[in-house]
C-alpha cells in the first residue's frame, strides 16, 4: 500500500486539521509545508485544500491552507477549495466535483493519519493513493494515535453498514 509520491497523480488532497483562530495548528502547518514543497517539486499537480470550519475555528480549514500555500508561493490558480467537510470520508466525499474522473491522487496528512485516510480513499472511492507524511508534533500525538484507532472503528462499522444494509 505503500507508494512514494511522484507526480503522477494530478491531484493533491490536502485534509484539514484544527485552526486556532485563524492560524493552523502544528499539525496543520506541516501538512501545509509538505504540501507546498511537493507544489514546488510538481509544478504540474494541483492542490484541493479541504475542512470546513468548526465552532471554534475563526476560519475555515481549508481557507487556511489556501492562504498558507499561497504565503508559501503556490500559485492561487492551482489550488482548489472544499470548505465544507467535517471528517476523512466528507474530505474526499465534498472535493469529488474537482478530482472526479481520477483514478488516483496523493493525500497529504500527518503521520498517523495515512493509513487510514488512505483505506477510506480506496474502501469508499476505489481510489489509487500514494501519501506524503507530514510529522505530528510530538505534544499531540498519543492523543491523535488513540483517537485513531476509535476512528478505525467507526469506518469499519460504517463501511459495513453501507456495503451491506441499505
Given at each position: 500500500?505503500?507508494?512514494?509520491?511522484?507526480?503522477?497523480?494530478?491531484?493533491?488532497?490536502?485534509?484539514?486539521?484544527k485552526?486556532?483562530?485563524i492560524k493552523p495548528?502544528?499539525?496543520?502547518?506541516?501538512?501545509?509545508?509538505?504540501?507546498?514543497?511537493?507544489?514546488?517539486?510538481?509544478?504540474?499537480?494541483e492542490?484541493?485544500?479541504?475542512?470546513?470550519?468548526?465552532p471554534?475555528?475563526?476560519?475555515?480549514?481549508?481557507l487556511?491552507i489556501k492562504?498558507?500555500l499561497?504565503?508559501?508561493?503556490?500559485?492561487?490558480?492551482?489550488?482548489?477549495?472544499?470548505?465544507?467537510?467535517?471528517?476523512?470520508?466528507?474530505?474526499?466525499?465534498?472535493?469529488r466535483?474537482?478530482?472526479?474522473?481520477?483514478?488516483g491522487?496523493?493525500?497529504v496528512?500527518?503521520?498517523?493519519?495515512?493509513?487510514r485516510?488512505?483505506?477510506?480513499?480506496?474502501?469508499?472511492?476505489?481510489?489509487?493513493?500514494?501519501?506524503?507524511?507530514?510529522?505530528?508534533?510530538?505534544a499531540?500525538?498519543?492523543?491523535?494515535?488513540?483517537?485513531?484507532?476509535l476512528?478505525y472503528?467507526?469506518?469499519?462499522?460504517?463501511?459495513?453498514?453501507w456495503?451491506?444494509?441499505?
Open positions: 500500500m505503500k507508494r512514494q509520491p511522484d507526480g503522477t497523480y494530478r491531484y493533491v488532497l490536502i485534509l484539514g486539521a485552526v486556532n483562530g495548528s502544528k499539525a496543520l502547518r506541516h501538512r501545509i509545508e509538505v504540501a507546498a514543497a511537493y507544489a514546488a517539486r510538481f509544478p504540474h499537480v492542490l484541493i485544500a479541504t475542512g470546513g470550519q468548526g471554534d475555528e475563526g476560519m475555515a480549514e481549508a487556511v492562504q498558507e499561497v504565503a508559501r508561493g503556490v500559485n492561487e490558480e492551482r489550488i482548489h477549495v472544499e470548505d465544507a467537510s467535517t471528517s476523512t470520508y466528507e474530505n474526499f466525499l465534498l472535493s466535483t474537482i478530482w472526479d474522473g481520477e483514478t491522487l496523493t493525500v496528512t500527518n503521520d498517523f493519519h495515512v493509513r485516510a488512505r483505506l477510506v480513499a480506496h474502501l469508499y472511492f476505489g481510489l489509487k493513493t500514494d501519501a506524503l507524511y507530514a510529522r505530528t508534533p510530538a499531540v500525538k498519543p492523543k491523535y494515535v488513540i483517537r485513531e484507532q476512528a472503528i467507526k469506518l469499519f462499522l460504517n463501511y459495513m453498514r456495503k451491506w444494509w441499505p
